[in-house]
């Protein structure tokens, strides 16, 4: 079967980094896409990766390694408002998504 | 630009009782989407379409109906309403269905049913 794993909940501290990772089980890989969510809204996206690497946007990073299945979403400097769930979802070979269950970052003062 | 927009945000149905969630978007894409989102879950697929006309199901069909008359609508219709149907719905759209188009994504459907 298809499946994403992320952590379900996460803590950390205002102005520091945190890594959160997402590894993946698909049948196909056609890119990988991280998205955030705030409580009640709805996901917007956040970046896609489709080759090996690290993909830098302002303060969030994201890394792909295709042959390890696995991807991470590294945020720096973190702020109160990024406190948030945060979604990995990977295309399939049928260029489905398939979706983890989201990690929950708490960020403290 | 609205972008994706879903009515209503909030909803509370009896079991047996059927509803149409409602899906528009001005941004000209061609692939719409369903998803729910329960909690300690992934968002899951219900049902999609790639145009006008053209509709299939996803991963999680059983219960729910659309139809795609237009590029710009995407009715989600819930025929008899269970409990197991209580979730968030999400409407979802992109420019195509190949892998690298970015959903936006509507505001979301709250749906309770007793």
């Known amino acids: 079967g298809q499946n994403i794993d992320q952590p379900t909940e996460m803590t950390a501290t205002e102005g520091a980094i945190v890594q959160i990772n997402c590894t993946y089980q698909?049948?196909?890989?056609?890119?990988l896409f991280w998205y955030q969510q705030h409580a009640g809204e709805a996901p917007t996206f956040l970046s896609y990766?489709?080759l090996d690497g690290l993909e830098e946007k302002g303060r969030f990073s994201s890394f792909l390694s295709r042959s390890k299945g696995y991807s991470y979403l590294l945020l720096k400097e973190l702020q109160m408002k990024d406190s948030a769930s945060y979604l990995c979802?990977?295309?399939?070979?049928?260029?489905?998504?398939?979706w983890g269950a989201g990690t929950k970052l708490i960020i403290k003062p | 630009n609205a972008g994706v927009t879903q009515t209503p945000k909030f909803q509370v149905l009896k079991t047996g009782q059927s509803m149409t969630l409602q899906c528009a978007q001005d941004?000209?894409?061609?692939?719409m989407s369903w998803y729910r989102q329960d909690p300690g879950m992934g968002l899951r697929l219900i049902h999609y379409?790639?145009?006008?006309?053209?509709?299939d199901q996803g991963e999680v069909p059983n219960g729910y109906n659309v139809s795609r008359s237009t590029t710009e609508d995407f009715p989600l219709r819930l025929l008899s309403a269970a409990p197991s149907q209580t979730s968030v719905y999400f409407c979802?759209?992109?420019?195509?269905?190949?892998?690298?188009?970015?959903?936006?994504f509507g505001a979301g459907s709250r749906l309770t049913v007793l």
């Open positions: 979802a990977v295309t399939d070979s049928n260029y489905q998504l398939i």
């Open positions: 979802a759209s992109s420019y195509t269905d190949s892998g690298a188009n970015v959903l936006t």
């Open positions: 990766n489709v």
């Open positions: 698909t049948s196909g890989f056609n890119g």
């Open positions: 941004m000209n894409h061609e692939y």
């Open positions: 379409s790639v145009g006008a006309g053209i509709t």
